[in-house]
């Protein structure tokens, strides 16, 4: 009877040894706290600018009146009753303090429009670009980057766009430059 309680007691022991190992491999490969560390898809960080009276270049705020909506078949096209667009943000998107509104890329697309609203006058914007999806991890998921980036609009508003960096993968500086008439 002895040796029958030796022998249960040793594989008990066995028993605990193997999920204590098990349940220390399993918990060290989660994070501490389980909270995304790296940062997530990045935004298409957009500033304005006009020039004076002396064609000097000079950083504007987002005007007060402007309205931005995405397109949601993305053909930019545009009718007057505008039934074929999509409201995306309520009135202007909020300026940070470098005077910068973010716009979402589509993560499933090479593409995106956007109709930018100053009042009467309606300006559309076609991003194009490639994706670069990678997987973060368990937490975080995939972030996608965005690279090749090129911008065609209309000059209604917007006389002119310069892009000032090709290859976005965080949203922390600006990416774009939108020149208002």
């Known amino acids: 009877m002895n040796d029958q309680i030796f022998i249960l007691l040793n594989m008990i022991k066995k028993l605990i040894l193997i999920s204590s190992v098990f349940t220390v491999a399993l918990f060290s490969s989660c994070d501490s706290i389980g909270l ?9 960080m957009t500033g304005f600018s006009s020039f004076d009276k002396y064609d000097n270049e000079i950083s504007i705020q987002p005007p007060n009146n402007l309205v931005i909506y995405g ?9 007057k009753n505008e039934e074929n ?30 109709v930018f609203k100053f009042e009467d006058v309606i300006d559309t914007v076609s991003i194009s670009y490639t994706r670069k999806r990678d997987f973060v991890g368990v937490n975080c998921g995939f972030k996608t980057t965005f ?8 000059n209604n508003k917007i006389s002119s766009a310069e892009i000032l960096s090709q ?3 965080y949203d922390t500086e600006q990416h774009l430059k939108i020149f208002l008439k």
Do not use: M, W
């Not at 202007?92 to 697309?109: H, N």
């Open 36 to 44: 995304c560390s790296e940062p997530v898809t990045p935004k298409l």
């Open 71 to 79: 397109v949601k078949d993305n053909t930019g096209i545009i009718s």
């Open 85 to 114: 667009i999509e409201y995306l943000y309520p009135n202007l998107v909020q300026a940070d303090q470098e005077k910068l509104i973010s716009l979402i890329f589509d993560v499933d697309r090479d593409k995106i429009n956007y």
């Open 147 to 154: 690279h090749n980036i090129s911008i065609i609009h209309s």
């Open 167 to 169: 290859n976005i993968e």
